[in-house]
């Protein structure tokens, strides 16, 4: 079993930053990919970025150049810069984890991002 805690999360103006983190702890063994998604009220849950344990991050087109992914693979954390944030980020913010070549899905119990002025 892995356990995700988040932290971050808030309400900020349009154009403000943050800064979400998500801590994996557990039976972490083998090599693993972790990242964010996102849900607005009313819509489905989306991929906002994901980065593999030793490699580079994919962003959804709504998001790149604005956010960006990282990971301490010494800590099992994952970051996410949200820089430019705008209205329509606005949703709760999920952590996900997954072991390489698994299709089981572990997920943190999310943090709410408000964008507003």
């Known amino acids: 079993q892995v356990q995700l805690v988040e932290s971050g999360g808030g309400l900020v103006q349009p154009g403000g930053s943050l800064r979400l983190s998500c801590a994996a702890s557990?039976?972490?063994?083998?090599?693993?990919?972790m990242g964010w998604f996102r849900q607005a009220p009313g819509k489905e849950r989306e991929l906002v970025a994901r980065i593999p344990y030793a490699g580079s991050g994919n962003y959804a087109d709504s998001v790149k150049g604005r956010f960006t992914i990282s990971i301490d693979n010494a800590k099992n954390t994952v970051h996410l810069e949200l820089n430019n944030l705008k209205p329509e980020d606005t949703a709760v913010y999920y952590c996900n984890f997954r072991f390489l070549h698994s299709d089981i899905d572990y997920w943190g119990k999310g943090t709410l991002v408000t964008v507003s002025s």
């Open positions: 557990g039976s972490i063994f083998r090599m693993y990919a």
